[in-house]
């Protein structure tokens, strides 16, 4: 009679589960960005919530909450109801955070749902324009004639460009000076007035001024050419095999949120990020538009946390 009980327990449920489900969405969604308005993460997030708000024909918001390394959106969102109206952008820098600071105010892994990833963003390595090189290879042979004279510069200390700076001096052996600045602007400008001599930088953003012939860009970070720039080589096929250090944006809801939810969900963003239009306004922002499924996003989250966690520890990062 008890394991009777518990069956048809269990069964309503499931049947509970799934009546909701059918009925999911039903009013607004939220989407709770740990970025300012009108970055890439940003303008990424809002072009593929507008496709997916009107498949599923309701009204998507996107609420930015930037602070504390992502801290504070992630906080809001592993409290929020797991019923899939309140999701989170997450992204490398979601993994940075892991093992940037001390303590969380959640489990990375545990507390979070990935549904889908919407797409990968390349850093660019690009120089002053006087440099004498062409390609990783070459800078890595500069930096060998003249130990401790190269200096790249990133954004502040902890980001996605500076730990890929360090990885790439790591890797290359070299003796660099790396260098945080305020913002992508400063870095960009210093590069190309020579204050830099290089930086590693998010793609996008240095499109105008590479296109413009003020800057030289020598490599992309990711494993393949940016379609985009199909002439500029990848710097592990350029300099330094098995290099990588690319960027990506996904969402993800809180744990508990019902299986069928996170599948609707996925099917959505899948759809919306396979859309040619979609694809072509996310190639414009330097962003290759790509979905995947719940467990290929975990995994990602999973190996890039070990992965930056390695790198933070080796450039003897203070973790805050």
């Known amino acids: 009679m008890k394991n009777m009980q518990c069956c048809v327990a269990a069964l309503s449920l499931v049947m509970s589960a799934s009546a909701f489900a059918q009925d999911y969405p039903s009013k607004l969604v939220k989407i709770v960005v740990p970025f300012g308005a009108g970055g890439i993460a940003d303008l990424t997030v809002r072009t593929v919530a507008q496709k997916m708000s009107e498949s599923m024909k309701q009204p998507i918001i996107v609420e930015n909450r930037p602070g504390a390394g992502g801290i504070v959106a992630a906080d809001a969102v592993a409290k929020a109801s797991a019923d899939g ?24 892994l545990k507390d979070f749902t990935p549904i889908s990833t919407l797409g990968f963003f390349d850093l660019a390595m690009i120089v002053n324009k006087k440099l004498p090189v062409k390609n990783a290879a070459d800078l890595i042979a500069y930096a060998r004639k003249n130990p401790g004279k190269l200096n790249i510069g990133t954004i502040n200390r902890g980001s996605t460009q500076n730990l890929a700076a360090e990885l790439f001096v790591s890797m290359a052996g070299i003796d660099a000076l790396i260098v945080p600045y305020k913002g992508t ?23 105008p001024q590479i296109r413009a012939g003020n800057l030289n860009v020598i490599g992309v970070t990711s494993a393949k050419r940016f379609s985009g720039l199909p002439d500029v ?14 960027s990506w944006n996904g969402l993800a809801a809180p744990a508990g949120t019902p299986k069928a939810v996170i599948d609707r969900l996925n099917k959505e963003i899948n759809t919306a990020v396979s859309n040619p239009d979609i694809r072509k306004r996310l190639l414009e922002l330097g962003v290759v538009a790509q979905g995947g499924t719940p467990d290929a ?24």
């Open 85 to 108: 109206y309140t999701l989170l952008l997450i992204s490398n820098g979601t993994a940075v955070s892991a093992g940037l600071f001390k303590k969380l105010p959640y489990d990375t």
């Open 185 to 207: 602007p400063e870095v960009i400008t210093a590069v190309t007035t020579g204050e830099l001599d290089a930086a590693v930088e998010i793609l996008g953003p240095t499109l």
């Open 233 to 246: 080589p990848t710097v592990g096929e350029s300099g330094l095999p098995n290099y990588q250090a690319a």
């Open 297 to 320: 996003a975990k995994n990602l989250l999973a190996s890039d946390i070990a992965k930056w966690g390695g790198v933070i520890e080796k450039a003897k990062i203070e973790k805050q």
